[in-house]
């Protein structure tokens, strides 16, 4: 509302603007021959100082004065045509004058109807912040938690409280520094390292590097039940083919878990993949095998879509780089008939057929892989 | 002389200053101006021995010597063709790994590209805009589509 | 309050177009009214676009991400100095600040404009009005600085660190009021044009503005050029780039059209020349505008590129400079020539001085757009650089400097220059002592940097000798000369500040080109270099910690000859992590005129570190000399011949035309 009434003001003073000097009284302007007589009359007044100093020699003083005097009366010459009257206002020029007027408000508010968003606010960042905390987004406690911490970055409490956050955000390389921040400021704690392991394997892709498993073993060191830890490690054997330690791990876990533990059905569906897994083949995994996905549906939500994601496409993107992979196409068109993606499935298919052609042996393997999975290739 | 001969001697004058300032610009076009090339386009470019031009690419990834003082040696790219090029003086701050370099000198006569000086100025995609241009052409890179 | 700005602008751009029509208009049908419009409207467009600025520069200074300029470059971490200045650091803002200066020009003409003809005054500020009007439409069609997002991100995306530094507080608006200051002396030939009329009053009314625009290009480039040494880190003053090249053409042309109104001021001649060098000044303003905001250039200067505001702007410079050139072959016929001089004489230094400027601006656009021109048709690309600028603009800038003490001394119309040689002794010998000097007493110093030397006190001494010949200096006693010299007029003095602050920045650039010394070496903390009689030593990189950045700051200890420290310098590696980039800030220690400097480079596996370090002489005496020009142009602009007022009733109805001085 504010708005619309300085707009009003700003629009009436920019009118008046326009209008006011149409609408006064008569007015006679001065020649532009006088204007023209003042500077020349400088001019020879400036003439008669440098002589004065003997700037000039008088002589050329003669001369210079006499040119001036020439100018001047050149403009007498000229004169009478340019005092001529103005001429008397006319239909158009009336007409000029309530276009320009109406102009002004007509042509501004017209296009700012078009280019301008008159309902939204201003928004200082630290107008944002300050509001209540119920109120805010995420994103905005987070800003907020990012300014506190900006001013006072030996707080250790607050990377604690903020890393977790990041790491549901996906904003993974954040959640690694908070983490860090969190162990060097307020010391180890197996819930710090633990997080800290998995927001290395998250920005990773989910991929369990040395870097994370150091992570895990430092929390297993503080908490040797961590529950967390123990998964990631297992899963980071799984990574690395060995399936069989991976199996012993989950096994360990689920023994000494308690019953209402949210980890129980995690540990419980990777067990089972496992299990399928070195019963269906020997091969190491290179992608995210169903294995991997069923075990991210035990995790939170945010984290498993982002480590299901991430993984897929890195597949996908391995394969399109290096397309010769009969092995990897197969996971990836499975990757995507176990997430529900029966387009991108299809996609995959069509494009692991096309790099191999379509009479070839591959491409007959694709099919009937894609069929057992209740796929069917592009009708 | 007269006030004729007088006024034609100034125009003269005058006219010969310009064509002396134009031949001189153009002259110097000629022989400062120095090419831009892409390593795989040198095999068809006749350059003369000693011949100043640029050369643009890649920085060829784990190319980067850093050999005695302030000299260092890495190899531009197109993904074609190499070129190994050697430096000496302070790289720039945006000089990395696989980034768009422009770099300008002479060759040596064993095919080593000498520069005296190493550009990585570049707009906000990380790539100088002729280097761009180049390796497009090449079909080496794309835009990104974001 | 955002919204406020964008409607402002938009109101802006309604009065600019009324601005443009309704004075043209009056000024056709000689309606008083109508031409009244003029000055209540360009000042009512100037507090628009001033307010538009200040919500833009607010919205910056608050961190109000839901505008989308904001949003792209700032950050709220960064300190309030440089969220400010980042208002002006990215195109859309920075074109926001462009018409923010036009009107603001506008405004003036409007404010002081009252010593001028109605019909000229009307025709002024319709012109400036159409430029405005284009450059309104340009943001908001194009570029506008007010476009929203909604929701509002929470973090911005951090100003170009290498924008981060006080020198953009400074360099782009004193480009701007140069560069843009020119559109009032485009706009006056304009309107000469219109109206088919000129004399000498008009190179009167048109010089203070030459003047003031003059004098902040030269602050502008030299603050550029400052700016490009320190914090690019390569201790280069210019590099011939096409983006320095771009506000270098409009200071050559707008020089040469410094002193061609002299010449029609004083003597009603080169009316159609000056006509067309104020056509031309502006017009390679704005092909500065366009190289540097289209794109088609990359360069340091990293702003966005975008196509389509290239051929906007590209409209608009075929708009501006082919309208005015055709106005200007329609009617360049019908004016009248002035008064006839002898090539020497004061008038025919002038031509000289500008048959050398225009030719050097000349090569400068042709070194600058040949390489273009030569991509445009051939896929061949190529880059001008230093040795063609060297090669071309060196020999035409020699002896124009060597003429340069001639020109103040010569008398108006014929002027005896055995005469103003045998008053210039004094400065001549001065200049050969320097050469003398320079070649005998300094190591290692050529030919070359000895006659430069020479050249640079032969302006200098040349430029105190016109002071001390107007003085009476050696031809009327004592007393009197100090009265004579109280008495000068300001523009004498002008002349000669100017004139000297030209020898100063040529023998900072001699100094510097030709006795600087340059080393590049690997450093161990705990070792130290010599260079040009000055030790250092290397004392190590320590780690801090800045609002928005992390660097490692090397410490360099600059010993005295007993071995204690002295001084500190200090050269880091600054990296910003929202842009991922790194910047390195240069450690500069000034010595007198001298400086030296020097920057850090790679960090070796072994701790060593890179070091390059410049001893650069009288490098400062560049931009030192720069200031001393600017002050010239200051101290011109003061001289009460150019206040002169507005024809008053009272004298005009005494009829006191001066006859008693007619022939």
Known sequence: MLFWVIAAILTLGASLAVLLPLAGGPKRGSASSDHDLEVYRDQLSELDRDVARGLIQPAEAEEARAEIARRILRLDNADPAAKTAARQPSMATRLVATAAVLAVPLVSWGLYSQLGSPDLPSQPLSERLAKNPAESSVDELVARAEAHLAANPTDGRGWDVLAPVYLRMQRFSDAVTAYRNAIRLDGDSAARQAGLGEAIASAAGGIVSADAQAAFEAALKLDPANPKANFYLAMGMAQEGRTEEATAGWQKMLAALPQDSPWRSAVEQALAESAKQSVASGVPAKGPDAGDVDAASSMSPQDREAMIDTMVAGLDEKLRQNPRDTEGWMQLIRSYVVLGKTDQARDALNRGIAVFGSDSDEAKKFTAFAVSLGLTATE | MTRKQKRLSVIAGGLAFLGAATGLTFYALGQKASYFYMPADLTSASLQPGQRIRLGGLVEKGTIERGQGATVAFSVTDNQKQVKVTYTGILPDLFREEQGVITEGTFRQDGVFVADSVLAKHDENYMPKEVADGLKSKGVWQESKK | ?663
């Open chain 3, 1 to 663: 309050m955002v919204e406020t700005g964008h409607f402002a602008l938009v109101l802006a751009f309604a009065l600019s177009v009324v601005q443009t029509l309704v004075p043209l208009f009056g000024a056709r049908m000689n309606n008083q009214k109508m031409m009244a419009v003029g000055g209540p409207v360009a000042v009512t467009g100037f507090a628009l676009t001033a307010l538009s600025f200040a919500a833009l520069a607010m919205a910056y200074a608050t961190s109000d991400f839901s505008v989308a300029n904001v949003w792209d470059n700032s950050h709220s971490l960064q300190p309030l100095i440089y969220k400010i200045t980042g208002t002006w650091g990215n195109h859309e803002g920075s074109m926001l600040l462009w018409v923010l200066i036009l009107t603001f020009f506008g405004g003036l003409v409007a404010a002081f404009g009252s010593n001028l003809p109605a019909t000229l005054r009307a025709n002024v500020l319709a012109v400036q009005g159409a430029i405005g009007a284009t450059f309104f439409l340009f943001i908001l069609a194009t570029s506008n600085p007010f476009a929203r997002l909604n929701p509002a991100p929470i973090e911005g995306r951090d100003l170009n660190p290498i924008l981060q530094d006080l020198g953009l507080a400074i360099h782009p608006p004193l480009l701007y009021l140069g560069y843009v200051g020119f559109s009032i002396c485009f706009s006056f030939s304009v309107a000469a044009l219109i109206e088919g009329r000129i004399d000498a009053s008009w190179a009167r009314w048109v010089r203070p503005w030459t003047l003031v625009a003059w004098m902040f290009l030269t602050g502008g480039i030299a603050m550029g050029s400052y700016w490009a040494y320190y914090e690019l880190g390569w201790g280069g003053f210019w590099f011939w780039d096409p983006v320095e090249n771009a506000s270098f053409m409009p200071w050559l042309a707008g020089t040469a059209l410094l002193h061609s109104a002299i010449v029609m001021e004083k003597r009603s001649a080169l009316k159609i020349w000056t006509l067309l060098l104020a056509i031309l000044t502006f017009s390679l303003s704005l092909l500065g505008t366009f190289l540097v905001r289209s794109g088609v250039l990359t360069s340091v200067h990293a702003f966005a590129t975008d196509p389509t505001r290239g051929v906007f702007i590209l409209c608009i410079l075929t708009l501006f400079i082919g309208g005015s050139l055709a106005l200007f072959a329609f009617r360049a016929s019908s004016l009248t020539a002035g008064g006839l001089f002898h090539p020497i004489s004061r008038e025919g230094a002038l031509v000289l001085n500008n048959l050398f400027l225009t030719t050097a601006t000349a090569t400068v656009l042709i070194g600058t757009l040949y390489p273009l021109a030569v991509e445009a048709v051939s896929a061949d690309k190529i880059s001008v650089g230093a040795p063609f600028f060297n090669l071309t603009f060196g020999p035409l800038m020699v002896p124009l400097l060597v003429a340069v003490p001639f020109g103040p001394l010569l008398a108006w119309k014929r002027g005896d220059i055995f005469a103003v040689a045998q008053r210039l002794m004094a400065a001549f010998a001065a200049a050969l002592l320097a050469v003398l000097v320079t070649a005998l007493f300094i190591d290692g110093a050529s030919v070359f940097a000895a006659l430069g030397v020479g050249l640079a006190f032969w302006l200098i001494c040349g430029a105190l000798t016109d002071i001390a010949v107007k003085s009476g200096f050696g031809s009327v006693a004592p007393g009197i000369i100090f009265r004579r010299f109280a008495g000068l007029p300001r523009s004498v003095f002008g002349t000669a500040l100017a004139h000297l602050g030209l020898g100063l920045t040529t023998l900072g650039i001699v100094g510097t080109l030709c006795f600087g010394t340059e080393k590049i070496l690997s450093m161990h903390a705990g070792e130290t270099v010599q260079l040009s009689g000055h030790t250092l030593r290397f004392e190590g990189l320590y780690p801090a910690q800045g609002p928005n950045y992390s660097e490692d700051r090397g410490r360099f200890a600059l010993l005295g000859a007993d071995g204690s420290t002295t001084a500190v310098i200090t050269s880091s590696k600054r990296s910003y992590p929202v842009r991922q980039m790194t910047t390195t800030e240069s450690g500069i220690k000034t010595i007198g005129f001298s400086q030296l400097y020097l920057s850090l480079g790679d960090e070796g596996t072994d701790g060593s570190v890179v070091v390059r370090l410049w001893w650069k002489p009288l490098v400062t005496l560049i931009w030192g000399g720069s200031l001393v020009m600017m002050a010239g142009a200051a101290v011109s602009l003061m001289d009460r011949r150019l206040r002169v007022g507005a024809p008053s009733r009272r004298r005009k109805s005494a009829g006191a035309v001066p006859s008693a001085s007619l022939p």
